[in-house]
């Protein structure tokens, strides 16, 4: 695979070199024209360019297979995060959470990356996790949802196992906001409505009052109509959060609207 481009493109070269030598002597010789020349050239490059990409589906035809194995290998995995048969409902305020003893140990690891976690979260309260890089502080918040399952222990919403909780119940309490903020083509309304498509502008405004991000959103030319791209790479990287909050507050009124907002407990993980 190393040698195929280079020996082909050597090839080519080597033939159009040669056309023009014995073509040239043809030409001063009297026996070919000129036009007839550069239609051998065209009708050469025409079948060495078939042959190029021919020889690059070859190439890339072996990682496609490698490609496609490990892809099926990913389709065919089961999750480990399991729906119960029977959920249950929350024993009490969903928005408080608490570890009892936790730990988790990623597949094939020496150690768990988080052991013996116990500590609770009450309603109105931050809390915020504090560690260095490869702590643990991601995986830790990526408990509560259930996007992983904890190896041992339990952790709790609501004073009930995540377990036993049907998980769409589970993550219809809960706004989570990746590390890494992301933003879809569109504009800052569209963006904030991606948690609740029916919010009001009334409710968008809230959203953005709640992520300190409506100062910013008032001064832009069009407002809530101002244009994002893709990515988000129209607007800072702390614009770019701040909206991402604003989206994540949005899917849960119940728990960003005025009345109800003294009773949310704050998850802030932070890098020491």
Request: proline share 6%; charged share 20%; glycine share 10%.
């Amino acid at each position: 695979m190393a040698l195929m481009f280079p020996v082909v493109m050597g090839i080519t070269n080597v033939t159009i070199v040669a056309i023009i030598w014995v073509g040239g002597h043809e030409i001063s010789d009297g026996t070919v024209e000129i036009g007839a020349l550069s239609a051998m050239i065209s009708y050469v490059m025409q079948i060495m360019m078939s042959v190029m990409m021919a020889s690059f589906l070859a190439m890339m035809a072996p990682r496609a297979t490698v490609c496609a194995e490990r892809i099926g290998e990913v389709l065919a995995t089961e999750t480990s995060v399991v729906r119960p048969a029977e959920p249950v409902g929350f024993a009490g305020d969903p928005a408080t959470v608490e570890f009892r003893d936790a730990q988790f140990r990623y597949p094939g690891a020496d150690s768990a990356v988080l052991d013996g976690m116990t500590f609770r979260v009450e309603p109105g309260t931050t809390t915020a996790i504090i560690g260095s890089t490869g702590s643990g502080k991601t995986t830790l918040i990526g408990l509560v949802p259930r996007l992983i399952d904890v190896t041992d222990g339990a952790v709790l919403v609501g004073g009930t196992d995540i377990r036993t909780l049907d998980p769409d119940a589970l993550r219809a309490e809960i706004g989570l906001v990746p590390q890494r903020a992301y933003l879809f083509s569109g504009t800052v309304a569209s963006n904030v409505r991606y948690g609740k498509p029916d919010a009001t502008d009334d409710e968008v405004w809230e959203a953005l009052r709640i992520a300190q991000a409506d100062e910013f959103v008032r001064a832009m030319p069009q407002g809530l109509d101002t244009p994002i791209a893709q990515g988000g790479t129209t607007v800072s990287g702390g614009q770019r959060q701040r909206l991402a909050i604003a989206r994540a507050s949005s899917a849960d009124p119940r728990s960003t609207c005025s009345t109800t907002r003294s009773r949310r407990s704050t998850w802030r993980p932070m890098r020491a």
